[in-house]
Every structure is written in C-alpha cells, then in structure tokens.
C-alpha cells in the first residue's frame, strides 16, 4: 500500500505562504500521479491540483491557479505544493494522495484515489 505523509501546514496572514510536503513510499514514486485536496469545515473534500509520474504534467482547478505551484522532487520521493497570496477561503485540512491514473482534471475533480495521508492544517487568517 502506498504510504504517504504531509508536512508543512500552519497558520499564515492573508497574502502569505506556505509550502506543503507529501513524502511518498519509494515504491510508488514512478508509478502514480500525485495530487493535493483540501477540506474546509462544513464543506465537501475538493481536488486541488496533481502531477503525474509519468511526464510531470500538472493540473490545477481554476481557484488556484496563478497562486499554487506543484512539484516534485525524485531524488526525495517528495511532491510539494507552493502556496502563495493565501486567502481566508483557503483555510481547510490539506491531504495529499495517490493514484495510477494520469493526473487530468477529471481525475483531480471525480475519480477517487485510492491512497490517503492523514493530512495537515492551513489556516488563514489575521
């Protein structure tokens, strides 16, 4: 089973950053897209952005772009998510996961991935 851990959350003014680690079982690394969620209170679990093992293509939903970057780093197992000009709205429960599909959008917004880290906190807020 693929294992994975988020790092990096806190809390952060409006307009500020943070960077989001997921260190990824060694195993998985070249086979599987990556891709970060988010959860607010109240509200539905959304994708966020992803990337994929195979040709490090990148996707991200319309809320985000401009703002998050994704990325990866082979040499640590280790995918991050660059978050800058952070809003409130972006407050919420980060989790990265897994999968064996190709990142697309339609995966990121409505296939489910199959592995899950336990997730870390953002908060927003002055």
């Known amino acids: 089973q693929v294992q994975l851990v988020e790092s990096g959350g806190g809390l952060v003014q409006p307009g500020g950053s943070l960077r989001l680690s997921c260190v990824v079982s060694?195993?998985?690394?070249?086979?599987?897209?990556i891709g970060w969620f988010r959860q607010a209170p109240g509200k539905e679990r959304e994708g966020v952005s992803c990337i994929s093992s195979s040709d490090g293509s990148t996707v991200y939903v319309d809320f985000v772009k401009g703002r998050f970057t994704i990325s990866r780093d082979d040499a640590k197992n280790t995918v991050y998510l660059q978050m800058n000009s952070l809003k409130p709205e972006d407050t919420a429960v980060y989790y990265c996961?897994?999968?064996?599909?190709?990142?697309?959008?339609?995966?990121?917004?409505?296939?489910?991935?199959?592995?899950w880290g336990q997730g870390t906190q953002v908060t927003v807020s002055s």
């Open positions: 996961a897994a999968t064996g599909r190709k990142c697309t959008i339609e995966v990121l917004t409505t296939r489910p991935w199959g592995s």
């Open positions: 060694e195993f998985a690394w070249d086979y599987y897209a």
